[in-house]
């Protein structure tokens, strides 16, 4: 299970909105500043994640877990490691299915494990399936134990990330809504604060 803030990116009419609105608080001075409030400001929304990233991790992150139910049953059923990454290749949609394939391709022409099974030592879930899927097929070990063993490691691995993304999406959702009640709270809040003290010092 995966868990994600879909943002999508604002309009501009809004980004230069949000540049333009400490106008009203700063007074003319901020206009030569308004372009570098408006840059941080895309510049701060082009960090969030976007619909379209959040959906292909999620598709990844569940064909990973799908993979390793996968690869075991088929395993259990007496297929060898090749026959099995290409019957389960074709089942894959995500972006996935193109790693998997590559390990299919460079193990099929007789390349290292450790080289052949590279694509997949950086990815969150699956790096440790395929060191140790790698360091097995170098020793000569049984795959299916080294896949039933680690399959259950990466289940819990993934529970575990999934609750800490649940605890950090106050962190995330406040971003974006800070910036949007920023303006509102210098002009309502602190805006009378200080016009009401330099009134008072007969300034104005």
């Known amino acids: 299970m995966a868990f994600g803030v879909e943002i999508k990116t604002p309009p501009r009419l809004f980004l230069l909105f949000g540049a333009l609105t400490p106008l009203l608080f700063l007074g003319s001075w901020w206009l030569p500043c308004a372009p570098l409030g408006y840059w941080f400001l895309r510049r701060v929304f082009a960090l969030l994640p976007t619909t379209a990233s959040i959906a292909a991790t999620k598709a990844r992150e569940q064909e990973a877990l799908f993979f390793l139910a996968a690869l075991s049953g088929s395993l259990k059923s007496g297929l060898s490691l090749l026959p099995a990454l290409a019957t389960i290749s074709q089942l894959l949609t995500s972006s996935l299915k193109r790693d998997i394939d590559r390990i299919y391709s460079l193990l099929l022409l007789g390349a290292e494990p450790n080289q052949a099974w590279a694509p997949l030592f950086s990815d969150p879930q699956l790096a440790q399936l395929s060191r140790a899927l790698a360091s097995a097929q ?36 406040a971003l974006p809504v800070g910036l949007c009640f920023l303006p509102s709270f210098l002009i309502g809040g602190i805006g009378p604060i200080v016009y009401s003290f330099f009134s008072s010092l007969q300034i104005f």
Do not use: A, N
């Open 138 to 173: 170098l020793e000569g070990r049984s795959l299916l134990v080294v896949v039933e063993r680690v399959s259950t490691d990466c289940y819990e691995k993934t529970l575990k990330r999934s609750r800490e993304r649940v605890k950090s999406l106050s962190v995330k959702l």
